[in-house]
C-alpha cells in the first residue's frame, strides 16, 4: 500500500492518469470464482490459520494476478463457496524450491559454513518454533530447512560443529544485524505502530512461526528469537503503568486497525476533537478526545507518521 502524504516532491501522479489498472466490478469477481474455481487460489482457510496476513487477498487469479477481498461477499457467497472445496486451484512449488536449489544450498551449507547459522539446537530445545529455518544465511538471509536433505548432508553437517556462525544477537555480529537492530529500536520508539501477536502465540490463536510483532503501516515482520540483550527489559518497562481509567499497552491485532482509524479520524476530521495538550494534566489523560465519540489519543503513544502529520495540520514546526 502507497500513501500519498508521504510521497516525495518528484512523484508527479497526473503523468500517470489513465495508465492504472481498473478495478473490475466485485460482484463480477465473486460471480467468476463460483464459476471457474479451478482458476482462482483460496487463501481464506491460510488467513484464518495465520499462516497468510489478514490483509492478504482472500482469493487470487494466477494467470491475471487478480487479487479479490471477500470481506463484503453476501453470505450466499460463502455458502457456495463452501460447496466447492476442492475444486479450487492450487499454488504451483516456487522455482527457488526446486530439488536442485536445494542440492545447490545443501552444499553451500558445507562449503561455507561460516557463512551460515545453524539453528537446529534451538529448535529441539523449543527456543524457537519448528517451522523456523534450520539454517540461515547472514549476508543474503536465505532460509534452508533441510528435513528432506541426503543421509550424507548430516554425516559431513556433524563435522563441521563449531565452524558456524554465532546465532546470538550482537551488533556487530554480521552486515544484517545493524538493521535488525533498528527494528528492534523502532518498536521501542513506536510502540504504537505495532501489533503485539505474542499473547495470541502463546494462547494457540496464532501459529508459532507467526510474527511476534507487525507494523501497522509497512506490514514489517518481527521476531523475538533474535532479539539482543536487555531488550526484553526494555519492552516491559516501555508499557506505561495501568490506572482505574486507562490502560495503556502495545495494540493487540485486534485494536491496531481501529487505532489507525482513529489517526486518521483526527487528521481528516479535526474540528470533532478537543486539545488537551495546553492543559496540565498527568499522563493519564488523553492529549486529544473525540467530542461526539469520546475516543482518546496521546501522543507519546502515537507512530511518527502521525506526529508528522499533526504538525503539518496544526502548521507546528
Not at 9 to 31: A, V
Not at 115 to 139: H, I, V
Not at 203 to 230: C, H, I, M, R, Y
Request: charged share 30%; net charge negative; no cysteine.
Amino acid at each position: 500500500a502507497l500513501w500519498l502524504t508521504d510521497a516525495p516532491e518528484w512523484f508527479k501522479l497526473e503523468e500517470l492518469e489513465g495508465k492504472f489498472h481498473q478495478p473490475q466490478n466485485k460482484d463480477e469477481l465473486f460471480q467468476d470464482i463460483l464459476e471457474n474455481p479451478g482458476a482462482w487460489l483460496d487463501f481464506t482457510a491460510q488467513k484464518a490459520s495465520g499462516e497468510k496476513s489478514e490483509k492478504f487477498p482472500d482469493f487470487k487469479n494466477p494467470q491475471t494476478d487478480t487479487p479479490v477481498w471477500a470481506d463484503s461477499a453476501p453470505d450466499s457467497f460463502w455458502e457456495k463457496v463452501e460447496e466447492l472445496q476442492g475444486q479450487f486451484a492450487t499454488e504451483a512449488p516456487r522455482e527457488d524450491y526446486t530439488q536442485a536449489n536445494k542440492e545447490a544450498q545443501f552444499q553451500d551449507i558445507l562449503d561455507n559454513p561460516g557463512a551460515y547459522t545453524d539453528f537446529r539446537e534451538q529448535k529441539a530445545s523449543g527456543q524457537t518454533p519448528e517451522k523456523f529455518p534450520d539454517f540461515k544465511n547472514l549476508e543474503t538471509d536465505e532460509a534452508v530447512w533441510v528435513n528432506n536433505a541426503p543421509d550424507s548432508f548430516f554425516d559431513r553437517v556433524d563435522e563441521l560443529e563449531g565452524q558456524f556462525a554465532s546465532n546470538s544477537f550482537s551488533p556487530r555480529s554480521s552486515s544484517g544485524s545493524s538493521d535488525l537492530e533498528s527494528k528492534y529500536q523502532d518498536i521501542l520508539d513506536n510502540p504504537g505502530a505495532y501489533a503485539d501477536f505474542r499473547a495470541d502465540k502463546a494462547s494457540g490463536q496464532k501459529l508459532d512461526a507467526f510474527p511476534d510483532f507487525k507494523n501497522e503501516q509497512t506490514d514489517e515482520s518481527v521476531w523475538l528469537n533474535d532479539a539482543p540483550d536487555g531488550f526484553m527489559e526494555l519492552l516491559d518497562g516501555n508499557a506505561p503503568q495501568q490506572t482505574e481509567t486507562v490502560t495503556h499497552s502495545l495494540p493487540t491485532a485486534e485494536n491496531a486497525q481501529h487505532a489507525l482509524k482513529v489517526y486518521k479520524e483526527l487528521l481528516e476530521n479535526p474540528g470533532d476533537w478537543e486539545d488537551h495538550r495546553s492543559v496540565e494534566t498527568d499522563e493519564s489523560h488523553a492529549d486529544f478526545v473525540n467530542d461526539k465519540t469520546g475516543e482518546q489519543i496521546w501522543l507519546s503513544r502515537a507512530p511518527d507518521w502521525f506526529i508528522r502529520e499533526l504538525k503539518a495540520l496544526t502548521g507546528e514546526a
